[in-house]
């Protein structure tokens, strides 16, 4: 079973930065696609970045584009995700969560696993 846990949410004033984290365990972190998404009240849970197994290429929405970096440590297992000027509409719930396939990448992202969530909240 595989958990992720992710830590690093907070209260930002707009135009402020935060870094979330996520720790990964249980299967073999190095062979899959890891990325964010991220759910505001009464809305869809939306997509925001990815990375591959390798860390060879990322991905973004494009409303974080240029303001958010997605990085990960197959050493550590774990996968970040910087976030920089950030709005008050960035305010959500920051899930972290790993695709459900090995070696492979789509965007959006297929995962299987979820971590708890991380709350976001950025002030105008």
């Known amino acids: 079973q595989v958990q992720l846990v992710e830590s690093g949410g907070g209260l930002v004033q707009a135009g402020g930065s935060l870094s979330l984290s996520c720790a990964a365990s249980?299967?073999?972190?190095?062979?899959?696609?890891m990325a964010w998404f991220r759910q505001a009240p009464g809305n869809e849970r939306d997509f925001v970045a990815a990375?591959?197994?390798?860390?060879?290429?990322?991905f973004y929405a494009d409303s974080v584009k240029g303001r958010f970096t997605i990085s990960r440590d197959n050493a550590k297992n774990t996968v970040a995700l910087q976030m920089h000027s950030l709005k008050p509409e960035d305010t959500a719930v920051y899930y972290c969560?790993?695709?459900?396939?090995?070696?492979?990448?789509?965007?959006?992202?297929?995962?299987?696993?979820w971590g708890q969530g991380t709350q976001v909240t950025v002030s105008s």
């Open positions: 969560a790993q695709d459900s396939r090995p070696y492979i990448i789509s965007i959006p992202p297929i995962p299987r696993y």
């Open positions: 249980g299967r073999t972190f190095s062979s899959y696609t």
């Open positions: 990375i591959t197994w390798n860390g060879a290429s990322t």
